[in-house]
């Protein structure tokens, strides 16, 4: 599978100017991409003016992912902010190219910014099924909770979209290679560059692991797309060879 990255600056609660700027990268893309992942709430910055930026189901952005991912015949994902019933979502959708999705809320909703008065937490993991891949969908401050992401359901590829700022890219490059070398799964991590209006500044650090914890794509910290392609055999042998996963504690998460 072939993946592209996109890290970019984000135009802070304007979905419009942030689709427009995503439409010229996305466009540059070659006809061999597979899957196009953007940042965590990419039409508006990481904002707790929920009531002001949401979208329904139908609203213009899911809209305009189902375009691109049409267009480009690739699945396209990222986050952005939902209202359903009255009620706010922080919300990753996984857009097929026959325009059908699936999506993940989600669970672990940052306190220190607030984010748990404005946001109702998910309630399920999410796993998504796609070209023969298993692939994780998680956002954010969830990469702190490896109990969340553990590898019980075999999948391939965990996926984290985020707007993480610079003051603590330690732990994001951290955490992100241990959730790699402890699931035995590749990890992708796409982050934001540049100042929100909180005035926190973002340094991106979008990265691709392998399952051994070694850098397929190293982190970046410039405005760009990066692509790689992901062998799912290689990975499924060194699994089968390793068997860690098999090894592993049994629990339950009590959501």
Known sequence: MKIALIQTDL????????????DDQINE???????????E?????????????????QGETIEWMKLKAREKNAAITGSLVITENGEYYNRMLFVFPSGD??????RHLFSLAGENEFYIPGTQKVIVEYLGWKICLQIC????FPV??????????LLYVANWPKVRTSAWDTLLNARAIENLSYVAGVNRIGFDDNNFEHNGHTQLIDYWGNYIIKPQETEG???????????LETRRKLNFLGDQDT???KI
């Not at 709430?41 to 979208?55: D, I, K, L, Q, R």
């Open 11 to 22: 135009i802070w609660e304007n979905a419009a100017a942030n689709r427009e700027k995503f």
């Open 29 to 39: 893309l070659d006809s061999e991409i597979n899957l196009i992942v953007l940042p």
């Open 41 to 57: 709430m990419f039409s508006t910055g990481f904002t707790m003016n929920a009531s002001e930026v949401a979208e329904t189901m």
């Open 101 to 106: 999705f699936q999506y993940y809320d989600k």
């Open 141 to 144: 401050y969830d990469l702190r």
């Open 148 to 157: 969340f992401a553990r590898n019980v359901e075999n999948y391939d590829l």
């Open 225 to 235: 797309v990066f692509v790689a392609e992901l062998d799912k055999d290689i990975m």
């Open 251 to 253: 629990f339950e998460i």
